[in-house]
């Protein structure tokens, strides 16, 4: 049976069988998340060309937005108009989202060398803010020749991050290997797939439409009251990077 999207009842099911369509399912969570006291190295794969598996590293990567508030015990809901500001405390908020690989390391962001298998494609949702402080990065780094180093530090319940650039981009030095080594195309391949599988997902990443309606309905207390939202989580997460040498070094130690 082939791979089709249900569309004529909902895009958001598709048909699939054995080994045919069904990449990604079982998958437990699509959405990176960082953890304070820890450093992350993540390379940007969102780029133009993703989806027929030739990502082209030369050109800019790609996100998705969309204006957003966050309800507690709802979680983001996308902010059709003004109204909607009414029930987040924090107000309407842009939500970014893109993919990245996030690569196995240590807590201080070396690489740990005998797990670069592990590396995953996730979806990364980020702040307006947190869009800038990147947009500010690439300027000079561009993201398809450096990846990423997230330095994470605790902060109240949540999470700052502070990005910094790396010498070079892992995933660009792997690709250059992927026809001369197997078990980097495999690697390779991997991570295509799974950032293939996440781009669709990403706009329910973001956050699901809700008509004022429904929230009202979701959120109104049993005797009345306060029907605010809440504040939305804060998730927000130096650079320690190996030379293009030790990095070549680095992949024939660990495929090898």
């Known amino acids: 049976m082939s791979t089709t999207t249900n569309q004529g009842q909902n895009s958001d099911f598709k048909d699939f069988t054995f080994g045919e369509g069904d990449e990604g399912i079982g998958r437990k969570e699509i959405r990176a998340s960082f953890e304070g006291g820890r450093t992350y190295r993540v390379s940007m794969l969102n780029f133009p060309g993703l989806a027929d598996g030739t990502p082209d590293l030369t050109q800019k990567p790609r996100f998705t937005a969309a204006d957003t508030i966050y309800i507690q015990n709802v979680g983001y809901i996308i902010a059709k108009g003004p109204e909607y500001a009414k029930f987040a405390q924090d107000g309407i908020k842009t939500r970014v989202g893109t993919v990245i690989v996030v690569w196995p ?9 005998d797990r670069l298998k592990e590396a995953e494609a996730f979806a990364w949702m980020m702040t307006g803010d947190r869009y800038s402080q990147i947009l500010n990065v690439a300027k000079e780094w561009p993201l398809g020749q450096h990846d990423l180093l997230l330095a994470c530090t605790k902060k109240g319940k949540g999470v700052a991050m502070s990005p910094s650039p790396c010498k070079e ?20 391949d991997k991570v ?18 809700m008509t004022v309606q429904q929230i009202r ?11 605010t939202g809440g504040a939305a989580p804060d998730s927000d997460v130096p650079d320690t990077a190996a030379s293009q040498a030790e990095t ?3 992949v024939d130690n660990i495929l090898g």
């Open 192 to 209: 295509i797939m799974e950032a293939q599988q996440i781009i669709p997902q990403i706009p329910r990443e973001i956050g699901r439409p």
């Open 169 to 188: 981009n892992l995933f660009a030095v792997l690709w250059a290997k992927k026809d001369s080594d197997p078990r980097v195309k495999a690697l390779i």
């Open 105 to 113: 390391t240590d807590k201080a962001g070396e690489l740990a060398k």
């Open 217 to 227: 309905d979701k959120i109104a207390p049993a005797g009345g009251g306060d029907t």
């Open 248 to 250: 070549d070094a680095l």
